[in-house]
């Protein structure tokens, strides 16, 4: 018998996969954070209107209200949302077509797929919440785009019955992805050892990393990250009960034995990013 006996995993070892989840997802959260930013002031470019990009924002140069239009704005904070969606999707992508490879990067791109689909879904919140008023801190994204366009309030509101659809399609998708890491049939067999595994792996991982990439950000864009964190967590409660819903099979099973091993390329990468944020954290011009 290949498998491993569903007790024989050590605290030890829960503990490490626990870690290298938190490691993947805080890199994950960084990584599609800055992109969302970076795009933007690239889309900014298009227009010959340059920025600074900060991990926490981005402040266009000489922003007089004559350069602004319709067409600039929905390119510019439309695209930002749309970049996180694609980076989404290519996680779930590059996950589908490499996940046989047994390396921690299938981890990342599958948080990639959870974080930047939820960033795309949270659009409606924080629209709603922004409600047209430019000096609110959800003045940004799609809330600026509305206003600009002039979506009538209660429009904006109603988006949110799409944006939640969105997430209900997505998050349905969560928690399979995740299951199949396991090393050991044993310990998804069962719903209760699926929500057992999947509360190791996902939930636990996202709260220890939502508490990481918060005292990064602090107090910086404080209401945005909280709202993204919020959709985030409502995802993974979704893709909970979807366990329920969910059959695997030992075929299914990739046997992660890596997992439950330290990886210390990742530790390096997330202390790169964090190094990364922290140095570049008065901002930086692309054109420079």
């Not at 990739?254 to 944020?277: E, G």
Request: with cysteine.
């Amino acid at each position: 018998m290949d498998d491993i006996s569903r007790r024989s995993e050590s605290r030890k070892s829960k503990s490490i996969r626990i870690f290298n989840s938190t490691v993947s997802f805080s890199l994950a959260y960084i990584f599609i954070t800055q992109m969302i930013w970076i795009s933007m002031s690239l889309f900014g470019k298009f227009f010959d209107k340059d920025s600074i990009v900060y991990y926490y924002g981005i402040r266009f140069m000489q922003n007089k209200p004559e350069f602004w239009n319709r067409l600039k704005i929905t390119t510019i904070f439309g695209g930002g949302p749309f970049v996180a969606l694609l980076l989404g999707l290519l996680g779930i992508y590059l996950y589908s077509k490499f996940k046989t490879t047994k390396t921690l990067f299938n981890l990342f791109f599958l948080w990639c797929f959870v974080i930047g689909t939820s960033m795309f879904a949270a659009q409606g919140v924080i629209a709603s919440l922004a409600g047209h008023e430019f000096l609110s801190p959800y003045y940004t994204w799609f809330a600026c785009v509305f206003a600009w366009w002039r979506i009538p309030l209660f429009i904006v509101y109603a988006s949110n019955l799409f944006f939640v659809g969105i997430l209900l399609y997505f998050a349905a998708n969560y928690a399979r992805p995740f299951l199949v890491f396991s090393y050991s049939y044993t310990k998804v067999n069962k719903l209760s050892r699926r929500r057992k595994y999947f509360l190791e792996t996902a939930f636990l991982p996202f709260i220890l990393g939502a508490v990481l990439t918060t005292k990064l950000t602090f107090p910086m864009n404080l209401f945005i990250h909280l709202v993204f964190l919020g959709v985030i967590f409502l995802g993974l409660i979704i893709a909970w009960y979807s366990l329920a819903h969910i059959d695997i099979v030992r075929d299914d099973v990739l046997k992660y034995k890596n997992l439950q091993k330290v990886n210390f390329l990742f530790i390096v990468l997330l202390a790169l990013s964090i190094a990364f944020v922290l140095t570049t954290w008065r901002g930086f011009n692309l054109s420079a």
